[in-house]
Nanobody, 127 residues
Framework: QVQVVESGGGLVQAGGSLRLSCAAS????????MGWFRQTPGKEREFVAA????????YYADSVKGRFTISRDNAKNTMFLQMNSLKPEDTAVYYC????????????????????WGQGTQVTVSS
């Protein structure tokens, strides 16, 4: 089992920045990648970014490319999401997830390939 816990959400004005963290614990050696998703009421969970644990390859949703940066600290089993130039449409609950699947980066955009999920952290961007 792997546990993942998000932190760092909050309220920020449009154009501002936030940094989310996701700490993984437990059988983390089985993780191949981790990702960030977000969800607003009444909508499906949406892919934001993913990072392969070994090698650090990354993949982003078009809506955040150039504004968000995903990174990880292998030694601390922690993943980060630096969010800059935030927009009101970025408002959502952000979820961290861990995958044990060895697949192409593009497939990490799909929730089905993630095995462990955090409880989510609220990000609110005011206009």
């Amino acid at each position: 089992q792997v546990q993942v816990v998000e932190s760092g959400g909050g309220l920020v004005q449009a154009g501002g920045s936030l940094r989310l963290s996701c700490a993984a614990s437990g059988r983390t050696f089985s993780n191949t990648a981790m990702g960030w998703f977000r969800q607003t009421p009444g909508k499906e969970r949406e892919f934001v970014a993913a990072i392969r644990w070994s090698g650090g390859s990354t993949y982003y949703a078009d809506s955040v490319k150039g504004r968000f940066t995903i990174s990880r600290d292998n030694a601390k089993n922690t993943m980060f999401l630096q969010m800059n130039s935030l927009k009101p449409e970025d408002t959502a609950v952000y979820y961290c997830a861990a995958s044990t699947s060895g697949i192409a980066m593009t497939r990490y955009t799909m929730t089905r390939y993630y095995d462990y999920w955090g409880q989510g952290t609220q990000v609110t961007v005011s206009s």
